[in-house]
Nanobody, 127 residues
Framework: VQLQASGGGLVQAAGSLRLSCAAS????????MAWFRQAPGKEREFVAA????????GYADSVKGRFTISGDSARGTAYLQMNSLRPEDTAVYYC?????????????????????WGQGTQVTVSS
């Protein structure tokens, strides 16, 4: 199974983008999905996560109130609506998925929680 991220691009500051992530298999059930990002010269960092059963969404402090994660567990899809974009949001964005029951919410920001990763989509925000 592969995850395919799309929707990146070039946008001006204060603009919006919507990223999508889809599994290559139609019936790929996921229990948690997340978005991470990596800017040039920086470590990969957590952006947002969604867990099903029970439901939960979580965000990095830097994106709270601006980004919204959503998705469909039964189809292995996830979306990231990004509003009020800033130049510091410029990065390659990666989606990740877990097809086992997810544990505590404190584990969701950790890359080790996820079994599958997408190839990344570039988001560039100009000032």
């Amino acid at each position: 199974v592969q995850l395919q991220a799309s929707g990146g691009g070039l946008v001006q500051a204060a603009g919006s983008l919507r990223l999508s992530c889809a599994a290559s298999e139609r019936r790929f059930v996921t229990y948690a999905m997340a978005w991470f990002r990596q800017a040039p010269g920086k470590e990969r960092e957590f952006v947002a996560a969604i867990r099903w059963r029970p439901g939960y969404t979580g965000y990095a402090d830097s994106v709270k109130g601006r980004f919204t994660i959503s998705g469909d567990s039964a189809r292995g899809t996830a979306y990231l609506q990004m509003n009020s974009l800033r130049p510091e949001d410029t990065a390659v964005y990666y989606c990740a998925g877990r097809n086992r029951l997810a544990g505590a919410t404190t584990t969701l920001p950790s890359p080790e929680t996820y079994d599958y990763w997408g190839q990344g989509t570039q988001v560039t925000v100009s000032s």
